[in-house]
């Protein structure tokens, strides 16, 4: 049986420190010129609608081409800032060794399933040494769709074109810290494998219909995957 991975990133594989919603903020300001001091919630959201729902904060009505502006200096902004980033965040305790054990078994494909627009997702993977062990063209991305569920199929039909093999509901694995996550498997068509380092509790995401829960990456290998 073929199977697939699809790993969010922030408080599943990294933590940026800080340093992710100062890009934010950053590029935001650069983008649209206007100074922000808060932005809209970011936990599990995909990044259309965290730009947008800061958009509407500061009454900014016609956002013409800025998102995708905004996704090339987020990008640009995260690479100039990876040595901080380094130093400030890190590489969730689990993630370097879940990530090798996976890429190791046979029939196994792994790769991400993130609200980040792609060309940063692909920044932080790098800043942190993981993007080895994922193929990044067949992910699914906050700039593929702002609807999370909606990115799963997406994945899905990007890994069968690579491998030929067919993924389902039963064959596809999310792993993922925030109730987002476990709503896009859910609704999406994949299983959910949560992982309490984010914000979420192991109680919340049980709650939320998580039945594979763990405390952190350290224990993702025993999975019966
Ligand atoms: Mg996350």
């Known amino acids: 049986m073929h199977k697939l991975i ?17 890009v934010f903020k950053d590029a935001f300001e650069q983008v649209t010129g206007r100074k922000i001091d808060r932005l809209a919630d970011v936990t599990g959201r995909t990044e259309q609608v965290i730009f947008r729902e800061t958009l509407d904060l500061y009454d900014i009505e016609d956002p013409g081409d800025y998102f995708e502006k905004f996704v090339q200096v ?4 995260y690479r100039a800032r990876a040595d901080e980033m380094c130093q400030r965040g890190r590489a969730l305790p689990g993630a370097r060794e879940a990530l090798q054990a996976f890429a190791e078994l046979p029939d196994i494909t792994q790769t991400v399933l993130t609200g980040n627009p792609k060309p940063s997702a692909i ?3 790098e800043t942190f040494g993981l993007v080895h062990y994922l193929d990044l063209e067949i992910g699914a991305y906050g700039t593929d769709d702002s609807i999370r569920p909606n990115l799963v199929p997406i994945a899905q039909a990007r890994a069968t074109t690579r491998t030929g093999h067919t ?4 064959t596809t694995y999310i792993i993922g810290d925030t109730k987002s996550d476990v709503e896009a498997a859910h609704k999406g068509g994949a299983q959910i494998v949560a992982v309490a380092t984010g914000d979420t509790t192991v109680k919340q995401l049980r709650d939320a219909g998580a039945l594979q829960v763990l405390s952190s990456l350290r224990e993702v290998t025993e999975l019966p995957l």
């Open 6 to 22: 699809l790993w969010d990133i922030d408080h599943t594989l990294i933590e940026t420190g800080g340093v992710g919603s100062e």
């Open 74 to 77: 987020q990008a640009a902004s």
């Open 123 to 125: 920044a932080k993977l």
């Open 167 to 170: 993924y389902t509901r039963e």
